[in-house]
């Protein structure tokens, strides 16, 4: 079993974006994991290598800004 990180186009990157950004009050790990086909550990990995924050950190920082 391979422990690499897989790896998103820019467009599954958009989405994710997009995902968090229209769900920052009913987020689920799991459901954007198994969009992106994905376990939740591996997409946490994938998450902070590509944006370097974990998505509760990413998710702050959006309800941050639009308060």
């Known amino acids: 079993m391979s422990n690499k990180v897989p790896t998103l ?3 599954d990157l958009h989405a994710i974006q997009e995902y968090l950004q ?3 009050d009913d987020f689920s790990l799991r459901e954007i994991a198994d969009r ?3 376990s939740q550990v ?3 990995s ?3 290598d590509e944006y370097g924050s974990s998505v509760y950190a ?3 920082s959006l309800s941050k800004s639009g308060e």
């Open 22 to 24: 229209e769900h920052v």
């Open 46 to 48: 994938f998450f902070i």
């Open 9 to 11: 186009s820019g467009d």
């Open 36 to 38: 992106f086909a994905m």
């Open 42 to 44: 591996k997409f946490q």
């Open 58 to 60: 990413y998710l702050r």
